[in-house]
């Protein structure tokens, strides 16, 4: 299943709409820090009496709660469709790779480097955000309410391997464990490819699901500059204008490890293709512009696969390559996952211990092959990582205001990224006479 391309103009239009969004909920955050819950503000921030502290905090929240509750109906509306979304879209995604002996030499090889790119952006993003600890200067109150949120994830490489295989799928969808529906899926999926014929008509009818969910994502969408500016709203009024600050913080960051690896890549497609890379670079220099300014890589697809022909890359491995990244190896999304779940759990002060975040990147290396190609899908990956390892939920709307400056970085990462893996393919494919067909 391709994702659905947002055209240019709508997609635009809704990162203007989540952007005046964002701006609104700051200026009437400001307003309300000062006026609204002024006095209650006032009281926590002397410190005084912590029953008088609690009794504002219960005040202030209560006072606040039309407004955090704009984000929460958004929140849930994304919790909705996780379940089915990674489902549908990992099982048609395997399916169409067909039966692994017949895709051969080249799709292992291509899974090899999407393997060997996700783990990089992931291990460097989860590098970066523990040297620059970019949410330690938030200090927010951990939520009271976790309700919603599943069991604590295992603590021990035994519990972990047990905890990913599901006894009833039904179960694992009904409480969200995006773990066991990617492995049930994975084994749905190669099943499925070995029927051929006969599972011809339920990959159809999974591929239709599969588009409608997408459907339904982009209505959820709709609904983001409302949600972000309720959250915004509602965090200002609590933390004040200094709560800024840490956001720029976050954005240098982020945008600081992608140009790591980016520079990761190059030097990689350099390694393996030699001054090729350059000419590659100057081709996709226009597909990249394109997804930076729309904030979606599915936008520069078709751009994209010209510019590789014209590079040199032979049609049949462009054409097998790139669309199989689009779903499986989109490396600036990633490197976000890591960033943006790890950044919660350091505004609420929650520590994570190295084999923590190992599981968490293990989970986050599945769970992103599943959604990989939908608009936004990062946010829907974040919302199921922040609930499997016991986050709060909350942390979801520190990330809604900032997603559309995030995403401009990782749209044009990603297209990047699949361009460099399907020239190194292509290299290594340049020996085979059956390899030239362009």
């Given at each position: 299943?391709h994702?659905?391309?947002?055209?240019?103009?709508?997609?635009?239009?809704?990162?203007?709409?989540?952007?005046?969004g964002?701006?609104?909920?700051?200026?009437?955050?400001?307003?309300?820090?000062?006026?609204?819950?002024?006095?209650?503000?006032?009281?926590?921030?002397?410190?005084?009496?912590?029953?008088?502290?609690?009794?504002?905090?219960?005040?202030?929240?209560?006072?606040?709660e039309?407004?955090?509750?704009?984000?929460?109906?958004?929140?849930?509306?994304?919790?909705?469709?996780?379940?089915?979304?990674?489902?549908?879209?990992?099982?048609?995604?395997?399916?169409?790779?067909?039966?692994?002996?017949?895709i051969?030499?080249?799709?292992?090889?291509?899974?090899?480097?999407?393997?060997?790119?996700?783990?990089?952006?992931?291990?460097?993003?989860?590098?970066?955000?523990?040297?620059?600890?970019?949410?330690?200067?938030?200090?927010?109150?951990?939520?009271?309410?976790?309700?919603?949120?599943?069991?604590?994830?295992?603590?021990?490489?035994?519990?972990?391997i047990?905890?990913?295989?599901?006894?009833?799928?039904?179960?694992?969808?009904?409480?969200?464990?995006?773990?066991?529906?990617?492995?049930?899926?994975?084994?749905?999926?190669?099943?499925?490819?070995?029927?051929?014929?006969?599972?011809?008509?339920?990959?159809?009818?999974?591929?239709?699901?599969?588009?409608?969910?997408?459907?339904?994502?982009?209505?959820?969408?709709n609904?983001?500059?409302?949600a972000?500016?309720?959250?915004?709203?509602?965090?200002?009024?609590?933390?004040?204008?200094?709560?800024?600050?840490?956001?720029?913080?976050?954005?240098g960051?982020?945008?600081?490890?992608?140009?790591?690896?980016?520079?990761?890549?190059v030097l990689?497609?350099?390694?393996?293709?030699?001054?090729?890379?350059?000419?590659?670079?100057?081709?996709?220099?226009?597909?990249?512009?394109?997804?930076?300014?729309?904030?979606?890589?599915?936008?520069?697809?078709?751009?994209?696969?010209?510019?590789?022909?014209?590079?040199?890359?032979?049609?049949?491995?462009?054409?097998?390559?790139?669309?199989?990244?689009?779903?499986?190896?989109?490396?600036?999304?990633?490197?976000?996952?890591?960033?943006?779940?790890?950044?919660?759990?350091?505004?609420?002060?929650?520590?994570?211990?190295?084999?923590?975040?190992?599981?968490?990147?293990?989970?986050l290396?599945?769970?992103?092959?599943?959604?990989?190609?939908?608009?936004?899908?990062?946010?829907?990956?974040?919302?199921?990582?922040?609930?499997?390892?016991?986050?709060?939920?909350?942390?979801?709307?520190?990330?809604?205001?900032?997603?559309?400056?995030?995403?401009?970085?990782?749209?044009?990462?990603?297209?990047?990224g699949?361009?460099?893996?399907?020239?190194?393919?292509?290299?290594?494919?340049?020996?085979?006479?059956?390899?030239?067909?362009?």
């Open positions: 299943m994702a659905e391309t947002i055209p240019t103009k709508r997609n635009n239009k809704l990162t203007i709409a989540i952007l005046a964002l701006a609104g909920g700051v200026l009437l955050g400001l307003w309300l820090h000062d006026h609204y819950v002024g006095a209650e503000n006032m009281v926590i921030s002397t410190g005084a009496n912590q029953h008088l502290i609690d009794n504002a905090i219960k005040t202030r929240d209560a006072r606040l039309p407004f955090s509750m704009l984000a929460d109906i958004f929140l849930r509306l994304i919790k909705m469709i996780i379940a089915p979304l990674v489902f549908s879209t990992l099982v048609t995604g395997i399916a169409r790779l067909g039966d692994v002996k017949v051969g030499r080249i799709g292992g090889k291509t899974l090899l480097w999407f393997l060997c790119a996700s783990l990089t952006s992931l291990l460097l993003g989860m590098f970066l955000v523990n040297y620059f600890q970019p949410g330690a200067g938030m200090h927010l109150p951990h939520p009271a309410d976790n309700a919603g949120l599943i069991a604590t994830p295992p603590q021990t490489i035994k519990d972990f047990s905890h990913i295989f599901p006894t009833s799928i039904i179960d694992a969808m009904a409480r969200n464990e995006i773990l066991q529906v990617v492995v049930f899926s994975i084994f749905f999926g190669i099943a499925a490819a070995a029927l051929k014929e006969k599972a011809h008509n339920l990959l159809n009818a999974l591929d239709t699901v599969a588009h409608i969910i997408l459907k339904v994502t982009n209505y959820i969408m609904f983001a500059p409302i972000v500016f309720g959250a915004m709203a509602a965090v200002i009024a609590k933390q004040g204008i200094g709560i800024l600050a840490t956001y720029s913080r976050f954005i960051e982020f945008y600081l490890g992608l140009l790591l690896l980016l520079l990761v890549l990689a497609g350099l390694l393996f293709t030699g001054r090729h890379i350059f000419i590659l670079l100057r081709r996709i220099k226009d597909p990249t512009l394109v997804a930076f300014s729309t904030s979606s890589s599915e936008a520069a697809f078709p751009k994209t696969m010209e510019e590789l022909e014209r590079a040199g890359c032979p049609n049949r491995i462009v054409s097998f390559v790139l669309p199989l990244g689009y779903s499986f190896n989109l490396d600036g999304s990633m490197m976000y996952m890591t960033f943006a779940a790890l950044f919660v759990a350091q505004c609420y002060g929650i520590h994570m211990d190295t084999g923590t975040q190992v599981s968490m990147l293990l989970t290396l599945l769970t992103s092959k599943g959604v990989a190609g939908v608009p936004r899908a990062s946010l829907v990956v974040v919302a199921g990582t922040l609930a499997t390892f016991k986050l709060p939920e909350a942390g979801m709307a520190l990330l809604l205001g900032i997603d559309p400056i995030m995403d401009m970085g990782r749209a044009a990462t990603n297209v990047v699949n361009s460099i893996a399907t020239a190194v393919v292509s290299k290594w494919e340049s020996g085979k006479p059956d390899a030239k067909d362009h």
